[in-house]
T-cell receptor, first 113, second 114 residues
Framework: GQQLNQSPQSMFIQEGEDVSMNCTSSSIFNTWLWYKQDPGEGPVLLIALYKAGELTSNGRLTAQFGITRKDSFLNISASIPSDVGIYFCAGRSRSSNTGKLIFGQGTTLQVKP | DAGVIQSPRHEVTEMGQEVTLRCKPISGHDYLFWYRQTMMRGLELLIYFNNNVPIDDSGMPEDRFSAKMPNASFSTLKIQPSEPRDSAVYFC????????????FGSGTQLSVL
């Protein structure tokens, strides 16, 4: 089935540093979503993207819908300890006629104070 | 406004026992999804409903798994008999009809089958 390749798999950074992660697919997507999961909780939606080239911010988070429609990027500026968690990309393929989202494998972020 | 509510938060059972997980979606949401999360396989979609009707159950691993949605505010995922390899976190999620695709997750049920 369709898969999303999310990278990096994990990151260990110093507080204050900027973070970048990305997600790529083998097919064209109509929608990209970015979620964050805290330990013991369900994923929480951070940013949703619907158009190629779209750049959307949510506080220190910025995400972009790649112009090829096969990738998306999430950047976190000036990281803080509470940014720790697992970040997931998710999307819906243009060829999909269902309500199903495909999820990436996640990027685990650790921030050292 | 309450989010997606799942119960129980934790379930520990012995192999062979029946397990029932419960979910109350956000009011007004027409779509309900059941996901399973493991370290090895990440987030896997098991089944989803639209207006209480199962639309796609291709992710349900075996006949031991079944899901129902008797009304718009309640769904169950049942495993019978349970096996140790079923140990995982099970999430319920819902979203409204429309093009936003924004999925809202519950806090999950941590299932341990001994």
């Amino acid at each position: 089935g369709q898969q999303l390749n999310q990278s990096p798999q994990s990151m260990f950074i110093q507080e204050g540093e900027d973070v970048s992660m990305n997600c790529t697919s083998s097919s064209i997507f109509n929608t990209w979503l970015w979620y964050k999961q805290d330990p013991g909780e369900g994923p929480v939606l951070l940013i949703a993207l619907y158009k190629a080239g779209e750049l959307t911010s949510n506080g220190r988070l910025t995400a972009q819908f790649g112009i090829t429609r096969k990738d998306s990027f999430l950047n976190i500026s000036a990281s803080i300890p509470s940014d720790v968690g697992i970040y997931f990309c998710a999307g819906r393929s243009r060829s999909s006629n269902t309500g199903k989202l495909i999820f990436g494998q996640g990027t685990t972020l650790q921030v050292k104070p | 406004d309450a989010g997606v509510i799942q119960s129980p938060r934790h379930e520990v059972t012995e192999m062979g026992q029946e397990v029932t997980l419960r979910c109350k979606p956000i009011s007004g949401h027409d779509y309900l999804f059941w996901y399973r999360q493991t370290m090895m396989r990440g987030l896997e979609l098991l089944i989803y409903f639209n207006n209480n009707v199962p639309i796609d159950d291709s992710g349900m691993p075996e006949d031991r798994f079944s899901a129902k949605m008797p009304n718009a505010s309640f769904s169950t995922l049942k495993i019978q008999p349970s096996e140790p390899r079923d140990s995982a976190v099970y999430f319920c999620a819902s979203r409204p009809t429309g093009g936003s695709e924004k999925l809202f997750f519950g806090s999950g049920t941590q299932l341990s089958v001994l």
